[in-house]
Every structure is written in structure tokens, then in C-alpha cells.
């Protein structure tokens, strides 16, 4: 059924991801059979043997496109009901389980769910058990009940939880009290205790490649230099937690994208 998207989400910022996520992807998914789409700004990729498309969105836009812009406009040109959301760090460690992924769609088919998580990091609950054992579902007031960690999505309800004004940490945070008043909405995960840890997770990565612009020095060194993947990491440097501060944007804008993000 050709009724699914794999969107890997990014922007030309981070072009030097893209050889190495795909590089990775081929490997540790070469039976993969659903289009993928690279959504960029206006930079075009190919990567050999895989058929990737730039969605370059914003092409001929008179200003720049904010993130959920950017993320909005993808949605809106890929016809599928189905998107399996990744983004560009998302480094593949270890063979994707096809088959387990393919059951987790498949209980999305069937109404199930409007989201399946695909990869649940630990504090992302609580949950709850459901009826299938392989599946957890989040609690309706989780901190994180939105997340974009990989995840398959009824392509409609990711697009209707977006808002032009937000970033990613915006769009998880204030999504997340957004889908608190959505009562119909039904949000899974798989069940941690079978599906995490090495050599149990449907899709292995670790969470994740680049922390605030930096490379994650400890997932990505070792990992590439095993594939044989060149990077001057020098170019966008390791991450340190103590190097200060994240800018922020002015408290009265702050405040402003607050009340935006919460109507």
C-alpha cells in the first residue's frame, strides 16, 4: 500500500547531516520500499541508490520561513495519509525492524491511533497499557504528549497541531498543553519493554545526533568513523554543556509567542 511518507525534517542548516543520515539509512534500511522526502529550504540533495526528494519549500518565499512554516508546507504538497516523521540526526545504529514497523502502521490503518512513537525515551510518560501488548498508550496530560522523536502520524493531525509562530522545543512544549483539550486524539507508543535496547528498538538511534547546533560528540564519532564516514566536525564543533547560556529571544516577544502558542 503506497499510503506512507517518510519525511526526514530539516533545514539547509544542517546539509552536513544529510550525507551521513542517508549513508546510514541505506545500510541499516536497504529493504525500505516507501518515498522519502528531504524537506529543505531551497537546497537540493540526491544520495545514491535512494530515491530522496528536496521539497525546497521555500523557494521564491519573500522572507524566511520559520520552522512549522517550513514543516507545514511539506505536509501539504505529499499526498499520503501516513508520514513517518524523522529528522536529519536521527543517525540509524543498527538494522531497522521492517517487520515490527509494518505492524505499528498497520494498527494506525486500523484507527487505532493518530500517532505511533516509534522511539520513547524514558520520562516521556506516563502510560498506560492498552489492549495490544506491543503498544503503550501516553497519558492524556504527559508532559510530552507531543514529541518528535520518530514517530508515524496521520499526516492531518500533525499538520492541524502546528502553529506558523513555533520552533521544534515550542511546537513540543506548547503542542503538548494544546493536545491536552483534544479529547478524540488517541497518542501510542511502543511498549518499552519490548521495544528498547540494543537490538529491540524498531528504529535505532540514539537521541540524539546534534544538540543545539553542535554534534553529540559520543554518538556520532564512533558511529561514522565504523562506516567509513568523513565529516569535518570542526565545521559546526561538539557539543559542551558548559559553554553557557542559549540565546534567547526578547521577553516581550517571548511572551507574545506564549499566548500565540496557547490559543
Same mark, same amino acid.
Given at each position: 500500500?503506497?499510503?506512507?511518507?517518510?519525511?526526514?525534517?530539516?533545514?539547509?542548516?544542517?546539509?552536513?547531516?544529510?550525507?551521513?543520515?542517508?549513508?546510514?539509512?541505506?545500510?541499516?534500511?536497504?529493504?525500505?520500499?516507501?518515498?522519502?522526502?528531504?524537506?529543505?529550504?531551497?537546497?537540493?540533495?540526491?544520495?545514491?541508490?535512494?530515491?530522496?526528494?528536496?521539497?525546497?519549500?521555500?523557494?521564491?518565499?519573500?522572507?524566511?520561513?520559520?520552522?512549522?512554516?517550513?514543516?507545514?508546507?511539506?505536509?501539504?504538497?505529499?499526498?499520503?495519509?501516513?508520514?513517518?516523521?524523522?529528522?536529519?540526526?536521527?543517525?540509524?545504529?543498527?538494522?531497522?525492524?521492517?517487520?515490527?514497523?509494518?505492524?505499528?502502521?498497520?494498527?494506525?490503518?486500523?484507527?487505532?491511533?493518530?500517532?505511533?512513537?516509534?522511539?520513547?525515551?524514558?520520562?516521556?510518560?506516563?502510560?498506560?497499557?492498552?489492549?495490544?501488548?506491543?503498544?503503550?498508550?501516553?497519558?492524556?496530560?504527559?508532559?510530552?504528549?507531543?514529541?518528535?522523536?520518530?514517530?508515524?502520524?496521520?499526516?492531518?493531525?500533525?499538520?492541524?497541531?502546528?502553529?506558523?509562530?513555533?520552533?521544534?522545543?515550542?511546537? %513540543?512544549? =506548547?503542542?503538548? *498543553?494544546?493536545?491536552?483539550?483534544?479529547? &478524540?486524539?488517541?497518542?501510542?507508543? !511502543?511498549?518499552?519493554? $519490548? @521495544?528498547?535496547?540494543?537490538?529491540? %528498538?524498531? =528504529?535505532?538511534? *540514539?537521541?540524539?545526533?546534534?544538540?543545539? &547546533?553542535?554534534?553529540?560528540?559520543? !554518538?556520532?564519532?564512533? $558511529? @561514522?568513523?565504523?562506516?567509513?564516514?568523513?565529516?569535518?566536525?570542526?565545521?559546526?564543533?561538539?557539543?559542551?554543556?558548559?559553554?553557557?547560556?542559549?540565546?534567547?529571544?526578547?521577553?516581550?516577544?517571548?511572551?507574545?509567542?506564549?499566548?500565540?502558542?496557547?490559543?
Amino acid at each position: 500500500m503506497n499510503d506512507l511518507t517518510i519525511v526526514v525534517n530539516s533545514s539547509d542548516g544542517f546539509e552536513d547531516c544529510w550525507r551521513p543520515f542517508f549513508t546510514l539509512f541505506a545500510h541499516y534500511w536497504p529493504d525500505c520500499t516507501y518515498p522519502i522526502v528531504l524537506n529543505t529550504e531551497v537546497k537540493n540533495y540526491t544520495h545514491p541508490g535512494i530515491p530522496v526528494a528536496a521539497s525546497r519549500v521555500a523557494l521564491g518565499a519573500p522572507r524566511r520561513l520559520t520552522w512549522s512554516e517550513c514543516l507545514a508546507l511539506c505536509l501539504d504538497r505529499i499526498e499520503t495519509p501516513y508520514i513517518f516523521y524523522l529528522q536529519e540526526d536521527y543517525f540509524l545504529e543498527a538494522s531497522v525492524r521492517t517487520d515490527y514497523f509494518c505492524q505499528m502502521l498497520d494498527r494506525l490503518r486500523a484507527g487505532k491511533a493518530d500517532v505511533i512513537r516509534i522511539m520513547e525515551c524514558g520520562g516521556a510518560g506516563p502510560w498506560h497499557p492498552t489492549e495490544d501488548p506491543s503498544l503503550w498508550e501516553v497519558d492524556h496530560n504527559a508532559k510530552f504528549r507531543i514529541s518528535l522523536q520518530a514517530g508515524i502520524w496521520r499526516k492531518d493531525v500533525l499538520r492541524g497541531h502546528l502553529r506558523n509562530h513555533e520552533g521544534p522545543w515550542q511546537f %513540543e512544549v =506548547f503542542g503538548s *498543553t494544546r493536545a491536552r483539550r483534544r479529547r &478524540g486524539e488517541r497518542v501510542l507508543c !511502543v511498549n518499552r519493554d $519490548l @521495544f528498547h535496547g540494543a537490538n529491540r %528498538e524498531i =528504529f535505532p538511534y *540514539t537521541p540524539t545526533g546534534v544538540v543545539s &547546533g553542535k554534534w553529540k560528540r559520543n !554518538v556520532v564519532e564512533p $558511529l @561514522f568513523a565504523a562506516h567509513g564516514i568523513d565529516v569535518d566536525f570542526s565545521i559546526r564543533g561538539f557539543f559542551d554543556p558548559e559553554t553557557g547560556p542559549v540565546k534567547r529571544q526578547p521577553i516581550a516577544r517571548r511572551i507574545a509567542n506564549r499566548v500565540r502558542s496557547l490559543l
